[in-house]
């Protein structure tokens, strides 16, 4: 009997000496309530840990990689770039009365440039040899 009352006092002391705190929790996430302030860092380290590469992107790096420019290439986007920069130059010369921009069809390349007087300005006319077309007016003053 000894026994137990003192095995009993001893529990007691054991529990009396237990203290717990109130458990709060706090969500991390901000798309479930968290911090806003968490996105960046939470961004970053699931960018940092993404191993997958989109198919897309790995086609077109591939694609980067084997289309290199030869010299001659270089040379006639070089002539056409060339050419654009000085009809921009005589078309603005022009249009503030020092230019003779003429009216017409011109062939550079891959480039069709068509130039054309209109009611609200000069209409100039680009069209690319993978068919785009950009239209340009430069209004009167």
Same mark, same amino acid.
């Given at each position: ?42 961004? *970053?380290?699931?960018?940092?840990? /993404?191993?997958? =590469?989109?198919? &897309? ?7 980067? %990689? ?37 009216? *017409?069809?011109?062939?550079?390349? /891959?480039?069709? =440039?068509?130039? &054309? ?7 100039? %006319? ?16």
């Amino acid at each position: 009997m000894k026994k137990t009352i003192l095995s009993f006092l001893f529990m007691l002391a054991l529990c009396a000496g237990a203290r717990a705190q109130s458990f709060s929790y706090t969500p991390v996430n901000p798309a479930f309530g968290g911090n806003t302030f968490n996105y960046s860092w939470l961004q *970053g380290s699931a960018t940092a840990q /993404d191993r997958t =590469v989109d198919p &897309a992107q790995r086609r077109t790096a591939a694609a980067a %990689r084997t289309t290199t420019n030869s010299t001659l290439d270089n040379f006639s986007q070089s002539i056409q770039n060339q050419l654009l920069s000085r009809i921009t130059r005589q078309l603005v010369s022009n249009q503030f009365g020092e230019g003779n921009l003429q009216p *017409g069809t011109y062939r550079f390349g /891959d480039y069709q =440039v068509e130039i &054309a007087n209109a009611a609200d300005g000069i209409r100039v %006319r680009i069209v690319d040899g993978k068919g785009g077309e950009t239209t340009i007016t430069v209004p009167y003053y």
